[in-house]
């Protein structure tokens, strides 16, 4: 929860509200300085590089009219 509500004309400029909340055993988990435990290994690659550069180039090809850049 934020520490203070938003005011209304600001709620707009989100496009997903998360909640994470504490897990089963009320504790945090992965904080180093709790734990002593070194970091946890990076998660999977979801994309390659290549992929990346193939969807860059396809943003690339999208047509937006002058007028909605205005």
């Given at each position: 929860m934020a520490p203070y509500p938003l005011?209304?004309?600001q709620l707009d400029r989100f496009l997903l509200r998360l909640?994470?909340?504490l897990s089963?055993?009320?504790q945090r988990e992965g904080d180093p300085s709790e734990t002593g435990t070194a970091l946890r290994a990076?998660?999977?690659a979801?994309?390659?590089g290549e992929e990346v550069l193939?969807?860059?180039a396809l943003v690339?090809?999208?047509v937006v009219d002058d007028s909605l850049v205005d």
């Open positions: 005011p209304e004309s909640r994470i909340g089963g055993s009320g990076r998660p999977p979801v994309l390659t193939e969807l860059q690339d090809r999208v």
